[in-house]
């Protein structure tokens, strides 16, 4: 069997991203994919090949040239946590490729990447009903952060 490749994407995957994007946001009931869109935010993120990425990265595992799954970490400052953070944005390995080892070889991957570049920590959101993503994450030394739950609010229309 060919092996896992897990690596860190750049301007030429955005052809591969933008179909597991578009998987990820039916998987999550996430509306408004907009594949032109999409395009768009991931050339602004990744930059080409060999450049710096300096709003977060992307790393995209396949085999044998088929996209398997991807892991976006944007990057923030953060004085409380003293130094740069990053925290997941994306992260989806395709039902077919689930239970196979790719979603830990894709936070590895990141984890690894991240440290190596100063963050200090690693932070996400997660759904409170997806059970299976909570557990793979408790596996791996994510916890709750007691005391604090994530507020937004759209800064459209400023």
Known sequence: MNPLLVRRADSFDIAHLVPL??????FEGIEGFDAARIQLLLARLLPPAG???PLGAVWLASQQSVALGYL?????????????????????????????????????AAE??????????LQLQLGRQNTAAREFYRRRGYIERAGFELMD?????Y
Not at 112 to 121: F, I, K, P, Q, S
Not at 153 to 157: K, T
């Open 21 to 26: 994007v578009g998987e990820y946001w039916a």
């Open 51 to 53: 450049e710096p990425a």
């Open 72 to 108: 976006i970490a944007v990057r923030m400052f953060s004085l409380e946590h003293q130094g740069l953070m990053a925290e997941i944005d994306e992260f989806f390995v395709r039902e077919s490729a689930r239970s196979r080892g790719v979603g830990a070889a894709l936070l590895d």
């Open 112 to 121: 690894r990447e991240l440290a190596n570049e100063g963050c200090v920590r």
């Open 153 to 157: 609010r759209p800064l459209r229309g």
